[in-house]
């Protein structure tokens, strides 16, 4: 069982950056592959980011060159950093473990936290 606890959401003005952290809970963080997904009203979950136990990473076209993902596995924690926000990045931010797999490694995720909001004004 893992629990995920994300933080770091908020308003920015467009062009902007912030920094999303996602604790999890137990002793098995370095064994599986973490995610970020958003959801914005009225819009389908999309996957945002993939960091893989091995540190590989894969990412949505809409944020590459954007948004970086990464993890501490001695503090169990994962992170997105977000430049260059845009309005349409505004969603809830979601962290999400599992053990990846698919063509973009988007499915397979188990555990699931909260989320956190991110507002980008224009």
């Known amino acids: 069982q893992v629990q995920l606890v994300e933080s770091g959401g908020g308003l920015v003005q467009d062009g902007g950056s912030l920094r999303l952290s996602c604790a999890a809970s137990?002793?098995?963080?370095?064994?599986?592959?973490m995610a970020w997904f958003r959801q914005a009203p009225g819009d389908q979950r999309e996957c945002v980011a993939v960091?893989?136990?091995?540190?590989?990473?894969n990412y949505a076209d809409s944020v590459k060159g954007r948004f970086t993902i990464s993890r501490d596995n001695a503090k169990n924690t994962v992170y997105l950093q977000m430049n260059s926000l845009k309005p349409e990045d505004t969603a809830l931010y979601y962290c999400?473990?599992?053990?990846?797999?698919?063509?973009?490694?988007?499915?397979?995720?188990?555990?699931w936290g909260q989320g956190t909001q991110v507002t980008v004004s224009s």
């Open positions: 999400a473990a599992g053990n990846p797999y698919g063509w973009n490694l988007c499915e397979g995720y188990n555990y």
């Open positions: 137990g002793r098995t963080f370095s064994s599986y592959g």
């Open positions: 960091i893989t136990r091995g540190g590989n990473t």
